[in-house]
């Protein structure tokens, strides 16, 4: 017995896909994928066979996932988000490795943005709709436009920090420490 969802008109082919996913029309996921528990994946999505994706996970309609891509758990993958792997694609000619790229536990991806592959999105950065990622994303940060560029610092509840590094949203309280923003205190 299934302990996830998968609709009519999708193809599964991995049996590595974790309780309580949904996986929605036109839809392909092949066979060496991992999929973890209740993840929602949209329609007309397409997850290769070196591809990794953890608990909680949203991925909107459009996006394909391409081997190397690895997503921890409580990423969104907004739609048509563009994931590379090849930094020097030619047709029929294939590196020995693709490149890993790691969505970070909490991050988002806005619609439309483009991860250039080998890349870093850390945990609970937002990455504005449209954006192209050329280098890593720290943390706690907010980065949008063409190349992304860093535009402040973000809250885990998703609401932007204010110049204090505080969040009125949730009353959470982050430091600047050897130029990381954290949550907690650091010590010398």
């Not at 994931?83 to 020995?96: A, E, H, L, V």
């Not at 280098?135 to 402040?152: D, E, K, V």
Request: hydrophobic fraction near 35%; proline fraction near 3%; charged fraction near 20%.
């Amino acid at each position: 017995m299934k302990h996830y969802f998968a609709h009519e008109m999708a193809i599964v082919e991995t049996n590595k896909i974790g309780e309580n996913t949904r996986i929605w029309a036109f839809t392909h996921v092949l066979p060496g994928a991992v999929v973890g528990d209740n993840c929602n994946i949209n329609d007309h999505t397409f997850i290769e066979n070196d591809v990794t994706i953890g608990n909680n996970v949203t991925i909107k309609s459009g996006v394909y996932i391409w081997d190397g891509v690895r997503i921890k758990d409580n990423v969104f993958v907004g739609p048509n988000v563009t994931f590379t792997n090849d930094m020097k694609p030619r047709s029929k000619q294939y590196p020995d490795k693709f490149l890993n790229t790691y969505l970070e536990d909490g991050c988002s991806i806005g619609a439309n943005s483009t991860i250039i592959a080998g890349n870093r999105i850390g945990k609970y950065a937002m990455v504005g709709a449209g954006s192209v990622v050329t280098s890593n994303i720290p943390n706690n940060t907010l980065w949008y436009g063409n190349p992304a560029r860093f535009r402040g610092y973000i809250c885990n509840c998703g609401e932007n920090l204010n110049e204090v590094y505080f969040c009125s949203k949730c009353d959470s309280q982050y430091y600047l420490y050897n130029g990381e923003i954290s949550i907690n205190i650091q010590s010398e």
